[in-house]
């Protein structure tokens, strides 16, 4: 299994451009999430999925739309860049029963914005 | 809103070592705590999950105990190894996870 996989790995915008994040996993879990990591602010959920086909908002939405058409993907798109969203990208997985069920998590995508 | 706090921010022990991580939350309506380890330019990977009725896990020379009523967790780490030189996260699963800043482990040889 590759768990959870993360496309790009690194990408450089200029303010206003738009781009897609694509995070697939292959172990066929219900949950999936978008955290975003800063130095010093810790990872942040930004929006998470529920099943295919539901998406729900995190703690930091603003500036980014998702999409869950397929189980074992989640895209994060952002519409018009901005400094502020340079960050590291993370998405995670999760089976369900939030009890006793931990995340994987991708490698990141590593985003600049300038 | 969920606060999660961990202290100290870095540490730097000898090769050896016995130590011990802290995790704060203020809100103690949780499912479970988790424990990841960050190495630099990686994702994290699990080490410990405390569900809410648990009192402690263990795996290995990791031990992580939860007291829920107090907002307090701590990851303890016998014998401490170079190779455990990583960055230690903790996160409290409620409405939504919520993740700590993180402590940066360097084991010196």
């Known amino acids: 299994n590759a768990g959870v996989t993360q496309t790009p790995k690194f990408r450089v915008l200029k303010t206003g451009q738009s781009m897609t994040l694509l995070c697939a996993q292959d172990?066929?879990?219900?949950?999936m999430y978008w955290y975003r990591q800063d130095p010093g602010m810790g990872l942040r959920l930004i929006h998470y999925?529920?099943?295919?086909?539901?998406?729900a908002k995190g703690e930091v939405p603003d500036g980014y739309n998702v999409s869950r058409l397929k189980k074992q993907n989640f895209l994060l798109g952002l519409e018009s860049a901005a400094p502020s969203q340079t960050s590291v990208y993370f998405c995670?997985?999760?089976?369900?029963?939030?009890?006793?069920?931990?995340?994987?998590f991708g490698p990141g995508t590593r985003l600049l914005v300038l | 809103k969920q606060e999660v706090t961990q202290i100290p921010a870095a540490l730097s022990v000898p090769e050896g070592e016995n130590l011990v991580l802290n995790c704060s939350f203020t809100?103690?309506?949780?499912?479970?705590l988790q424990w990841f380890r960050q190495d630099p330019g990686k994702g994290l990977t699990s080490l410990l999950l405390?569900?809410?009725?648990?009192r402690e896990q263990t795996s290995g020379r990791l031990n992580a105990s939860l007291d829920k009523s107090s907002g307090r967790s701590t990851l303890y780490i016998a014998a401490s190894q170079p190779g455990d030189s990583a960055t230690y996260l903790c996160?409290?699963?409620?409405?939504?996870?919520?993740f700590g800043t993180g402590t940066s482990l360097t084991v010196i040889p």
């Open positions: 995670a997985s999760s089976y369900e029963a939030r009890e006793v069920e931990t995340q994987y």
């Open positions: 172990m066929n879990h219900e949950y």
């Open positions: 999925s529920v099943g295919e086909g539901t998406t």
């Open positions: 809100d103690s309506a949780i499912y479970n």
């Open positions: 405390i569900q809410s009725s648990q």
């Open positions: 996160a409290v699963a409620g409405n939504q996870f919520y």
